[in-house]
């Protein structure tokens, strides 16, 4: 059969798999339906190396092509039918678009002659998608395809990463190919990056060295353009010290001397007075998020403001700044570095090092299990040498202030978004991008539930994932805001009706299921999961019900409003965003 | 006048694909942004599209918006052309119910403001006006003395004077 094919003409379908095979694509993450199934039949019918997963529900595709893509750098892929399997998937583009994550997302369509008609299983992809894609596609002519796919990955994986969409109508993807396999594209809108402007950098250079006090402030953007090194020389050079995001852990190991780890809402206490008291503030890579600058009229008032970024729109969007550079990070500090020389930062690394011996991240060790501890024994049974990827709430945070990150691209997390369901799928692309490396994921037990139906995918594959549920059984994060604002009047936190997640986890094929209780078995359960590898290992850990995250600055004050500890008084309602 | 100030030209120059137009204007309603005329044409090279946006809303966030607009894969530039020397036109067609009798008195306006009549009946005229928005303003203004059935305006179009793009 398979020498049959060679001969005969292509349809759009069989042509899109070539287009995909010359863009490297190793897997996608799908599930078909009708106006999809003749992509499917490709798959089959050109004997292609490229690996189907089949997830259990769209949204997870869209989340494990997210992983995958944060895990490598790589576009990652997905693949659905028209209608509702569109539409699932739609909170995995969000996500991947807020957080700039380069992914390709192939959609079937009805019919052209339908299309508009309110024809079975149709819906309007091009258009509901058209705010949280950087570019998308409704195609009409399968010749077009190939130009379209090279545009799809050129445009998703340069400049500011980002989702791209391309929505197939069946007769598309089934006409008749008769046009070119390899065309060259046709954006002549299209201007990913800039050339760095050297007088913009040397007025950097020249702010810098004025100041005595600077903070670096790296964000995922540094991560995406690969700018680690140059960040690494750029601190060591100045003597300053580097605080990131959340997307940005693992720009800077966080066990280096000036790693002031993750400021913010919940950072740490010493990252956020050092951002307080700083004369000079440098962002690489961050976009100035509402969750790491508070109040923006107050952020760093007094500060000398400088911001790198790929994304001209970005400039004096949250905060204005008095210096900027439009360009990629590591191109950037590639010509900054040359022009500056160390500062005089020694009264200042001593001030911040004060801060971090008197406001260190801890937690009570009386009690029930706290899930700080069992994120600080994995530390330091890891030593940060694992992929990590979290879902959203109180254990997101725990994770991060508490698993040191030392690569980049190790820590996966729904930044922008803020998506719960997020952590396991993305732990499973993750899995398939680094098949070597140990991969866990943190979740909650609220957020694992909403995605908790690709363990089957998981099992499938075999794939050795260590899902660790912090199980507090509340919807933590808004219980702790209630708590805290809101007289602890609870209001739809209470997970009553959680299952057995060890048990849950026994009863799929290959998967194993472990439960933790008490503190002093932390380590031997940890290690009992990184000892099975013949599928996913969920660990259920049965966490104190009611701790909370500290520190916190609440959502819409300035950082100097930061809580270190839970404050006695009653706080007044937060008044910034969610 | 306070809503001179808040009134933003900006000159658009995209690729003629589907659904540019949708993209640019999610860019201005998402963060509202009123859309006050819109004039999309085909350039002088037919695979792209000129747009002339006239729009009213917070100045201060409009840099960031004009960005946003540029950077759209689509869009190969996005000027504001508030404060430019550019020459900006457009066309204004008025029906008036007007008799005989008050015919003369609707002809003095039309001389007044070189406008033209392009249509004639027992019962009305249409109107029209072109020239810089300021004049279609005024004869508008004057126009309406008398009954003015409907109004229909082209918005706004630009080009920039010299040799600056537009
Ligand atoms: C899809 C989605 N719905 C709602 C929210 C709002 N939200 C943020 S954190 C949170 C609680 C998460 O609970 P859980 O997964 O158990 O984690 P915990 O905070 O308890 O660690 C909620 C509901 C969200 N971020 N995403
Ligand atoms: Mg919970």
Redesign the interface.
């Known amino acids: 059969m398979k020498s049959n094919q060679t001969n005969s003409p292509m349809d759009g379908a069989q042509a899109l798999v070539k287009c995909l095979e010359a863009q490297g694509v190793e897997y996608i993450f799908g599930l078909s339906g009708g106006s999809a199934i003749p992509i499917f039949d490709a798959l089959v019918t050109t004997g292609t190396k490229i690996e189907l997963i089949l997830v259990r529900h769209e949204q997870g595709a869209a989340h494990m092509a997210d992983g995958y893509a944060r895990a490598t750098g790589k576009p990652g892929v997905v693949l659905v039918t028209s209608g509702p399997g569109a539409t699932n998937t739609i909170t995995g583009i969000m996500t991947a678009h807020m957080d700039s994550v380069p992914m390709v997302i192939l959609t079937g369509q009805t019919i052209t002659p339908m299309i508009g008609k309110d024809a079975f299983q149709e819906a309007d992809v ?2 509901l998608t ?2 949280v894609v ?3 596609y ?1 195609l009409k002519n399968p010749n077009d395809i190939p130009r379209v796919v090279k545009e799809a990955f050129h ?1 998703a994986g340069t400049g500011r990463p980002g989702p791209v969409l391309m929505d197939l109508p069946k007769d598309v993807s089934s006409g008749k190919f008769t046009g070119e396999l390899d065309p060259p594209m046709n ?4 201007h990913p990056v800039r050339e760095v402007d050297a007088a913009a950098v040397s007025r950097i250079a020249d702010a810098l060295s004025r100041s005595v006090r600077p903070v670096i402030l790296a964000g995922h953007g540094a991560m995406i353009s690969g700018a680690e090194q140059e960040v690494l020389q750029l601190a060591e050079t100045l003597n300053a010290p580097v605080t990131t995001t959340l997307l940005g852990k693992g720009v800077i190991p966080e066990t280096h001397p000036l790693s002031l780890g993750m400021l913010g809402m919940h950072g740490t206490a010493y990252a956020n007075k050092a951002v307080v008291e700083c004369d000079l503030i440098m962002s690489i890579g961050s976009r100035f998020d509402d969750r790491i600058i508070g109040q923006a009229d107050r952020f760093c008032r007094d500060a000398v403001r400088i911001h790198i970024d790929v ?3 970005e ?3 949250m905060i204005k700044v008095h210096h900027s550079c439009v360009g990629d990070a590591k191109e950037v500090l590639k010509a900054l570095l040359p022009q500056v020389g160390q500062l005089n930062t020694e009264d200042w690394l001593r001030r911040i090092d004060g801060y971090r011996n008197r406001y260190p991240l801890r937690y009570g060790k009386q009690g029930g299990l706290k899930a700080q501890q069992i994120l600080d024994e994995l530390y330091k049974m890891t030593q940060g040498k694992i992929v990590v990827t979290t879902d959203v709430g109180q254990h997101q945070m725990w994770a991060a202030q508490f698993l040191k990150t030392i690569r980049p691209n190790d820590f996966i997390s729904s930044g922008g978004a803020g998506t719960m369901g997020f952590g396991f799928p993305a732990a499973i692309g993750a899995q398939f991008g680094r098949p070597k490396d140990q991969v866990w994921t943190i979740v909650g037990d609220g957020g694992f539930q909403m995605t908790l139906c690709e363990l089957a995918t998981a099992c499938v594959s075999k794939l050795p994932i260590k899902i660790l549920v912090l199980n507090n059984h509340y919807l933590g994060m808004v219980r702790q805001w209630q708590e805290l604002f809101y007289d602890d009047r609870k209001s739809g936190v209470d997970l009553v009706g959680n299952p057995d997640f060890a048990r849950l986890a026994d009863s799929y094929p290959g998967a194993k299921g472990l439960t933790l209780k008490r503190t002093a078995d932390i380590r031997k359960i940890l290690q009992r999961a990184m000892d099975y590898n013949d599928g996913p290992c969920v660990i259920n850990a049965e966490c104190e019900k009611t701790e909370n995250v500290f520190p916190m600055i609440p959502a819409g004050r300035p950082l100097e409003d930061m809580l270190i500890d839970r404050p006695r008084k009653k706080l007044e309602k937060p008044t910034g965003s969610t | 006048m306070n809503i001179e100030q808040n009134t933003h030209t900006l000159s658009v120059y995209v690729s003629n694909r589907p659904g540019v137009l949708a993209r640019i204007a999610q860019v201005f309603s998402r963060r509202g942004y009123n859309i006050e005329s819109l004039v999309v044409s085909p350039a002088k090279d037919g695979d792209f599209s000129r747009m002339t946006i006239g729009l009213s809303g917070d100045p201060d966030g409009l840099e960031q918006i004009i960005r946003q607009v540029g950077k759209l894969v689509d869009v190969l530039s996005c000027v504001d052309h508030t404060d430019d020397s550019a020459v900006v036109r457009e066309l204004a067609m008025v029906k008036v119910r007007v008799d005989a009798e008050h015919r003369i008195g609707v002809l003095q306006i039309v001389e007044h403001f070189a406008c033209k009549t392009v249509d004639l009946t027992d019962t009305s005229m249409i109107i029209m006006s072109t020239g810089a928005s300021e004049k279609v303003d005024a004869f508008i203004r004057m126009i309406k003395s008398f009954e003015v059935v409907e109004l229909v305006r082209t918005g706004k179009v630009l080009m920039a004077r010299g040799d600056q793009p537009t």
């Open positions: 091009f258009g058209m705010p950087k570019h998308s409704l445009i954006l002549p809108g299209y994304d001209v729109a400039i004096d969007k």
